[in-house]
């Protein structure tokens, strides 16, 4: 059996998805997503340029071989922009040999752990009180977990996924604004004084059983990440996401030594190597990677196994940056882990996305449903895909007040 063809397609509905199809020479084909986003047209290039070539004429049942490939055969190994378009091939390689397999994805790494599988939505507010509507309007839909991003008071411009105003929605990831950021400002102190009282008032407002999740996404120092996780004790966070950027792993030991919040870290990452000591010192209870950016489902399964040697749970990234073919390949691997955790979802279904991905995956009452169709479960309109094109955009850059640029 051969790999004949590969193709890569960027753009979509409100997003510029970076789907790959793999055809082989059996007329079976495989999809992937090397989506990376507001950086999109860089794995499509890596894809077009460096792997594809190599791709062509290599059998497709052969997806750990090819893994290795391309990841040692680099040289340069790791990376954002590398391991998305690994992962795009590894995702449709998987694709192809469930497909022959005539079985959905899920059987080929295990079979089932589970029938479906916890997700969390996003809440937002400019303010508690309208943090509170979004809120109540998730569980009324269901959902069992919301990530709740709160308007801080005084703060001079809205905060990360918080909108302008009340009533609003999180502002999408990517405004197709064009490549130059906008600027957010941001003021830890403020924020540290506001939002621990919100969390335990959304405790207060929802009681015990919400399973409340909230995302400081990397904007604290290590002391200040301490100080937050041990005020919101008290609380029952399910998690306290990303306290504090974490290059240096070793940090979070000041975070566990203060604290026992949940932490969940992982959705930068693109190898094990970013996260191991995390693991292996039991510094965090959730990994959050993402099958696209941590090089598809060959590598994050290893990141999942080592993981379940530590008590860690998985809790993959599923941003609204994400493509129906990385939450479809991650609805496989939700259904499979023995040390499943939680799933990230934000409604992607815009009847204009489902369009251009036909599939039968769902999520009701906050839990997702895996597909049982052959391979991922997901398809790709390439007739529907040549009506997009890429339109750059890009996130925004965060500033304190004094000016120094800090984390997004
Ligand atoms: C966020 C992401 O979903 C999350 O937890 O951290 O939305 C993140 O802001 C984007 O993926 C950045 O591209
Ligand atoms: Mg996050």
């Not at 600027?183 to 506001?194: A, Q, V």
């Amino acid at each position: 059996m051969k790999i004949t063809d590969a193709k890569v397609f960027v753009g979509g509905p409100g997003k510029n998805y970076v789907t790959l199809k793999v055809t082989t020479d059996q007329g079976v084909y495989g999809l992937g997503d090397a989506t990376l986003n507001n950086r999109e047209t860089l794995p499509a290039k890596y894809l077009t340029d460096y792997l594809i070539p190599n791709l062509i004429g290599l059998d497709p049942r052969r997806s750990e071989d090819i893994w290795q490939l391309f990841y040692r055969g680099a040289y340069f190994r790791r990376g954002p922009i590398a391991m998305a378009a690994i992962g795009a091939i590894d995702m449709a390689l998987w694709d192809i040999k469930a497909k022959l397999a005539n079985m959905p994805l899920y059987q080929l790494l295990g079979g089932k752990s589970r029938d479906s599988a916890l997700v969390y939505a996003h809440a937002t507010g400019a303010d508690l009180e309208d943090l509170m509507d979004s809120v109540a309007a998730y569980i009324e839909q269901g959902y069992k977990a919301v990530r709740v991003q709160c308007g801080i008071p005084d703060m001079p411009t809205a905060s990360y996924a918080t909108p302008d105003a009340k009533g609003g929605t999180e502002p999408f990831i990517t405004d197709f604004s064009g490549i130059r950021p906008k600027t957010e400002i941001w003021d830890s102190e403020k924020y540290m004084r506001f939002m621990p009282g919100a969390l335990a008032a959304i405790r207060d407002r929802f009681g015990p059983e919400l399973k409340i999740l909230h995302d400081v996404h990397h904007r604290l120092l290590p002391r200040e990440a301490a100080a937050f996780a041990k005020e919101v004790e008290q609380v029952g966070l399910f998690w306290l996401e990303d306290p504090t950027p974490a290059e240096d792993q070793d940090a979070l030991a000041l975070v566990r030594q203060h604290s026992t919040t949940p932490i969940a870290i992982g959705e930068v990452f693109n190898s094990i190597w970013d996260c191991n000591k995390l693991i292996e010192k039991e510094l965090i209870d959730f990994i959050r990677v993402a099958v696209t950016y941590a090089g598809g489902i060959t590598h994050v399964r290893r990141i999942v196994d080592l993981a379940g040697q530590h008590h860690v749970r998985t809790g993959f990234h599923g941003a609204p940056s994400h493509s129906p073919i990385s939450m479809a390949a991650q609805a496989h691997l939700n259904l499979w882990a023995p040390n499943f955790g939680i799933q990230e979802y934000l409604v992607l279904g815009t009847p204009a996305c489902d369009t251009l991905f036909p599939s039968d995956h769902y999520v009701a009452n906050g839990m997702q449903h895996v597909s049982e169709a052959p391979g991922l479960g997901v398809d790709f309109d390439e007739a529907e895909a040549e009506r997009y094109e890429y339109k750059p955009g890009s996130h925004p850059i965060v500033r304190l007040e004094d000016g120094t640029l800090w984390n997004y």
